[in-house]
């Protein structure tokens, strides 16, 4: 099936610094990709809808100015966490949909800010 | 917007036993529904998925799911659990122009030796 991978999968940060979390297409093109976060033991959380070429959709309460989402390829999405704070620790997993609506999960980044 | 619930926090089976996770949604059309499953600190690994055609899905390593319109469930099944088995397993379902989807708590599974 079609790989989606993400980097890093782990990093560790300072407060206040800022992190970049990328999610690739392998081998399909994504028009359209989706940040989760998940907190231990707790169900993924949509973050936002991010559209090739166009401004991410961010769902009700992320903070789109913490939350920076670029989608500039139709094969990479990045988020970047900016000023990053230790309640931002957790576990940050993107996917992406193909052609055919089918999506696919990267293997997940764990953030842990300090 | 669509939603997910899982019932059951915490399951506890006998390996070789049979499994049953439940799964309910609410959706006004028929939507996209998933089963994924999750080790530790790992990612999603999805098992079966269902669009539309035969209600009944089957999926990777044993697994099938029914499509029940009448109760909105979509409940993951496996007749014989094996200790590999043993994560977390969530309901997904998908839908709206984005097919964004939208997870279900999950069910968290053990299997006893």
């Known amino acids: 099936g079609a790989v989606v991978s993400q980097h890093p999968s782990r990093v560790i940060c300072k407060s206040g610094t800022s992190v970049k979390i990328e999610c690739r297409s392998l081998?399909?093109?994504?028009?359209?990709m989706f940040w989760y976060r998940q907190f231990p033991k707790q169900s993924l959380m949509l973050m936002a809808t991010s559209n090739e070429g166009s401004k991410a959709t961010y769902e009700q309460g992320v903070e789109k100015d913490k939350f920076l989402i670029n989608h500039a390829s139709l094969t990479l999405s990045t988020l970047t966490v900016t000023s990053a704070h230790p309640e931002d620790s957790s576990f940050y997993i993107c996917?992406?949909?193909?052609?055919?609506?089918?999506?696919?999960f990267g293997e997940g980044s764990r953030l842990t800010v300090l | 917007a669509q939603s997910v619930t899982q019932p059951d926090i915490h399951i506890t089976v006998s390996e070789g036993a049979s499994l049953e996770l439940r799964c309910n949604y609410s959706?006004?059309?028929?939507?996209?529904l998933f089963w994924y499953v999750q080790s530790p600190g790992q990612g999603l690994q999805l098992l079966l998925k269902y669009f539309s055609g035969d209600t009944l899905v089957q999926g990777i390593k044993g697994f099938e799911a029914e499509f029940k319109r009448s109760q909105s469930s979509f409940n993951l099944r496996k007749p014989s659990v094996h200790w590999s088995d043993a994560a977390e397993y969530f309901c997904a379902v998908g839908a709206g122009r984005n097919n964004d989807m939208r997870f279900g708590a999950g069910t968290r599974l053990t299997v006893k030796p």
């Open positions: 081998d399909f093109q994504a028009t359209t």
């Open positions: 959706y006004g059309a028929t939507p996209y």
């Open positions: 996917s992406a949909r193909d052609l055919e609506r089918e999506l696919f």
